[in-house]
């Protein structure tokens, strides 16, 4: 199967069919409580241009050190830097099928009224200083530790430093609307991973055994893998809470009015 066989086929057509619900939406009024639609699909983008410039560097990082490895035959040969111009596609049309399901989500799922919101700023500290003690614990694993740590040292490496702030801004917000960010993280980080085996069966893509833990679900499906695309989903579904919902641009605002000093 070659590289854009396998995105047109899963990640495409998800996309195509979110779309034509998101449609069927609009024109019956569904509302989207607590949150701005109006700023959805701006939001969306925004992700999708944070994903270019964000994963560009880490990306090319994995396939020039051949933690990642394509066949040959399975993809057009296009790179930019060392990167299969498909692998730039997929991290695109991820950012906007995960955005997709989210505006699915929060149309659909009972959630909690902004005016129920509580603030907890010892769940802002604690899970902040949790993600702080874990993004140490895997920077040190990927720096020193042997060469089956690299790839997932190197996820958590790459992915935390910008969930922390996420949590220092809003960690009561998004436990809020636990709900919602659950099932965006959880659905599509299970449908990418499983789809992964069909790409890895496939040989559209290949992970380095020798820079891996050796944990592989269902015999061919590395752990690392399935930790990649529930963190990428983690950095979409955090971003569009916060970003979208009117108690996130409640607490922006008024830490603008502060000159934004202090935390949020």
Known sequence: ?????????????????????????????????GFDARKIPLIIAAHVL???????????????????????????????????????TFFIIETIMVGLWWWFLARRLS???????QRDRKL???????????WAFFTIQF??????????????????????????????????YRKLV?????????????????????TTWQISKDQTLGINFFG????????FFFITCVLIGFGMTLMLSNLGWERFNAWKVRGFKGLP
């Not at 599509?188 to 496939?202: E, Q, W």
């Open 1 to 33: 199967m070659t590289y854009f066989a396998f995105l047109a086929y899963f990640v495409i057509i998800p996309i195509l069919v979110l779309l034509v619900i998101t449609w069927l939406d609009k024109r019956a009024n569904r509302p989207t409580p």
């Open 50 to 88: 944070i994903a270019l410039i964000y994963t560009t560097p880490w990306d090319n990082y994995l396939v020039a050190t051949g933690v990642w490895y394509y066949n040959p035959e399975l993809v057009t040969g296009i790179t930019i830097g060392y990167v299969p111009i498909e692998e730039y």
């Open 111 to 117: 959630l909690p009224a902004p005016q129920t919101f």
């Open 124 to 134: 802002v500290y604690w899970s902040t200083g949790i993600l702080m003690a874990a």
């Open 143 to 176: 720096f020193f530790a042997g060469d089956e740590w690299n790839y997932l040292g190197i996820i958590f490496f790459w992915a935390l430093p910008p969930i922390i702030p996420q949590f220092l801004f809003g960690a009561d917000i998004l436990w809020h």
């Open 182 to 202: 659950f099932w965006t993280i959880f659905v599509p980080g299970l449908y990418l991973s499983l789809m992964d085996i069909v790409a890895l069966n496939a």
């Open 220 to 227: 061919i499906l590395p752990i690392e893998e399935v930790a």
